[in-house]
């Protein structure tokens, strides 16, 4: 016997619906490529989507085909994210960040139909535009004064023209809510990328997920700067939350310099922003050199890689910002875990409660988790016992856009390729990837711990941990470490600092110094070409 | 095409797997009809859960029928609601201050097949077990040592012995989401009742959106104690809230007055309360009278009717107790509005502020609502505008039970009844239920206005105004009031006390005193009895 309620679809273009609608007022503030500040309204970004929905249909988009994005944070960018998926089209956001001939690649096996770019990409499309085979038109988005002089794009059209032709008045469609809504492909460091195809029902119901108070906590008084690109997993949601949510919105545009934040965080009085590490340290540094502070920011989620702690002590203990570890994958929408604390948690000393807060967190209501051994049996939760972390949930996704790889699930749940434990209070800690634990006599070493002892280290300006070959334990951990421009130091010098911090046995056999380490499009270090390059490396020194 | 997601169904038996695996150590307390202070843990109401989900298979309920309860707010009612939702069948939850009728005739209407009672009501059970046609067993909700010794009730189970019984291992089945989860009967003022079938899917959807920052915001962080009963729309949906949060809950049981409250207010360090206005004037006198105040509470959640603004400041003012105003209705699950203020509002000072919390609020995301005039033309948010107020969305019924009264529907809304205004910030407020609105002269005059201004009258206990009719503008508003024991007031004095608070036109014509007001079951105005009683009153007065 089903219930008597009424059918109504989860769909995306019902968060734009709403935001209007009860929260028309509240602004989206755009840092944009051409320099200035733009203001604009909840409601005139409802009428702007729908004159954008009106003009994608004109250029000939139907149901399912897929549109592409290469473009930052900023109201156009959302105008897109609403107006093609709102449509029953599908966005698919290309990460600017890789190379050319990978977006070649991701644009063709997406088939996508049209490309919409920022100005600052305009060299990059037209490094791709007479290799990709389906793109059938380029917008730039931009208004008329802003276009290039001179293209070499064949017919390229001007965002604001297209808006400026069309009518604003669009009855946003209902369909099943299973549609697909959004494309993002992974950046896996080997292989082909793969494709996570969204729907409208996995993104509303990850959306209020993601909003709920242990979770990313949105609401309608808060001021959300999302650093996190739009092009990486649909800046982790908050382009969709705010809008369920009615938060004032300010996007940073390109300019992730800490200058530039510090400035937006303070004159849009920004409460709650969300990115990765390594801007961090940018807006850190730039706030510790000119003696600055944060007026209103009082949360920052933190992502993509763990947070180092002296920055999470930086954050807390200097300036009154609370960080919150969130987990998540391109697979997952992408929240998994956020770190918020439990009462009992609350009354922790400042190190141990830093200890909880080291953590990936627990997991949010539909998302359901496990570890598991090497035999696919579940593993306790008992803080020590690292396994494999399995997913499940309505917004995990099933299988890649057209089948890539296969099907991807192991009885139903999805392996996420992290190794974790997770404690009695089902807090969550990533100990390394799977494929980059180090197997030392039938033991694994994470070698993630090992990077941040090295990196506390005042010398190392980067360190991985890998593994190499090994006589006798078939793999034992390398260090391969870059030390800080004019910084001195020695392979032993660096060992000794390990002492005590650690097992004597996860200490690593030997240190590598290089210049650089190879970096991925996310940032990201590319461990396998130093396992690579350093497979041999203490079978040649035994 | 569609996305690529995990096809998870939302079902409710999905919150307490995640309460026990996530918040397994998290506190469940309950006051019991047996008098004394019960706890346990999330994980051993899922396990408790899971023997009752067998023991009421035991007992031949299947898929889709109906377990009926008459209960208070405590642990195995709570245990009830997992365990035959999460099962498969319908819990439907009787409102035990009906009249034994109205019970018999509820019972038969929704053919349930078993009876789940606390001791208080062995008396109501014994007066209409012979009377229902489709109750097979009845079950006290006690242990041994307390079952009645002597009852005519034929095979009178106790609830204890069967969980004793029974296994606490139980798979928690899948099905379609849209499958029915349980049952609530409104209680309405004329007509037979009629009934709100939820699903898995309604109530999960509402569970998410419920617990929203801006809505009731519920964390782990939060100690519940809902007063609304779990007779009532599901006290509001929280024992479904505080397993996808993970809070602590604490039941209050049959001891609802303001020392038993205060007592476990304080006892258990609950942060937040949700009831209607009635049980926090009692909770006030008490605390006034022993000069105490609240340690750890900090909001409370007040819907059903509207909240007098001396309560609001008596909370608010004195006692730092934030009141949160909620609108709904069975028919909604029943949250529709929640009056969270918007960033511009907090800034405005005391007196505007209450202005604004007076009002119903502001939609969650999920429920979209708009008022319309006679001609059902949707009216303009201005504040002022007033019309029948409908809504729409997942949560909110498409029908009633067995399709009684047709269907409900317009145009895909569900006419609430309520006649409310929508300011420009989206905060509506319910001016009159559309049978009680006074229509003088082609004009609606609201009567709750008018009722609040003479309940704020030192000398008035109670108040009602309903429409009389009257020759020359066919209705016009009279005023019944019960004077507070041996206070003194006349009906010039009264209407005298009406000047400058409102247009001179919507004053009463007359005012009646009467020794007391019809109440309903959930304590409502019975207004249409004495629309009955008074309807001549001022034809017979001219």
């Known amino acids: 016997m089903n219930g008597l309620m009424q059918q109504q679809p989860l769909l995306i273009s019902n968060l734009l619906i709403h935001a209007e609608r009860h929260h028309g007022e509240q602004e989206v503030v755009s840092r944009r490529v051409e320099g200035d500040i733009h203001r604009q309204t909840y409601r005139e970004l409802a009428r702007r989507s729908r004159r954008l929905a009106n003009a994608v249909a004109g250029l000939g988009i139907g149901f399912g085909d897929r549109v592409a994005t290469l473009a930052w944070n900023g109201y156009r960018h959302m105008e ?14 290309l990460n600017p960040r890789l190379h050319p001939d990978q977006v070649v690649w991701i644009a063709d096996h997406a088939e996508d139909q049209v490309l919409f770019f920022d100005l600052t990409f305009l060299p990059l499309v037209e490094a791709v535009a007479d290799r990709v085979k389906t793109i059938k038109a380029f917008v730039a988005m931009t208004d008329r004064a802003h276009m290039p002089t001179s293209s070499k794009l064949p017919g390229l059209l001007c965002y604001e023209d297209l808006l400026a032709a069309a009518s604003d008045q669009f009855s946003w469609p209902s369909f099943d809510e299973n549609t697909a809504s959004s494309l993002c492909y992974t950046s896996g460091t080997t292989g082909n990328p793969k494709g996570a195809l ?7 119901l990850h959306t209020y997920a993601a909003a709920l108070p242990d979770a990313l906590n949105c609401s309608a008084r808060d001021t959300i700067l999302p650093v996190v690109p739009m092009f990486h997993v649909n800046a982790w949601g908050l382009p969709y939350a705010a809008c369920m949510v009615g938060a004032k919105l300010v996007f940073p545009g390109p300019f992730l310099d800490g200058k530039s934040l510090h400035e937006l965080f303070e004159g849009e009085r920004v409460t709650v922003s969300a990115g990765v590490p390594t801007v961090w340290q940018g807006l850190l540094t730039h706030v510790e050199a000119n003696n600055l502070g944060f007026s209103t920011m009082r949360r920052t989620i933190i992502g993509g890689s763990a947070c180092p702690p002296a920055m999470m002590r930086a954050f807390q203990d200097r300036y009154d910002v609370t960080v919150l570890h969130a987990w998540g994958m391109t697979e997952l929408s992408p929240v998994g875990t956020v770190c918020t604390l439990k009462p009992r948690q609350l009354e922790l000393n400042g190190e141990q409660r830093l200890g909880v807060q080291a953590k990936q967190g627990r997991s949010v209501f539909g998302v359901d988790m496990k570890i598991v051994g090497d035999d696919g049996a579940e593993l306790p939760w008992d803080g020590k016992t690292s396994g494999e972390l399995m997913v499940r949930g309505p917004w995990i996704i099933a299988s890649y856009f057209k089948n890539a790889g296969g099907d991807p699930l192991v009885d139903g749940w999805f392996p996420t390729g992290d190794v974790a434990n997770i404690d009695t209070d089902g807090f ?11 197997k030392s006599g039938g033991e694994w070493i994470g070698s993630i711990d090992l990077e941040n002892i090295a990196m506390a280290h005042p010398a190392v300006a980067m360190a991985a941990c890998i593994a190499a070959k090994h006589a006798k334990w078939d793999e034992r951990p390398l260090l391969v470490v870059v030390r800080k421009p004019g910084a001195e130091l020695t392979r032993q010098e660096l060992l000794a600092f390990f002492e005590g911090k650690i097992a004597k046995w996860w200490t690593p056999d030997d240190v590598v110094f290089v210049d650089a380490i190879p970096l991925g499009a996310t940032g990201k270090m590319l461990k396998n070409r130093l396992r690579e390059q350093f497979a041999d490396h203490l079978l040649n020194a035994a």
Chains 1, 2 share one sequence.
Request: charged share 15%; glycine share 6%.
């Open 198 to 204: 969204y729907s409208h029902r996995s993104t509303v």
């Open 428 to 438: 969550m800690q990533i100990t390394d990837r799977a494929k980059d634990v180090i």
């Open 80 to 93: 897109l994210y609403y107006a093609v998926s709102g449509s029953g089209a599908v966005l698919h956001t």
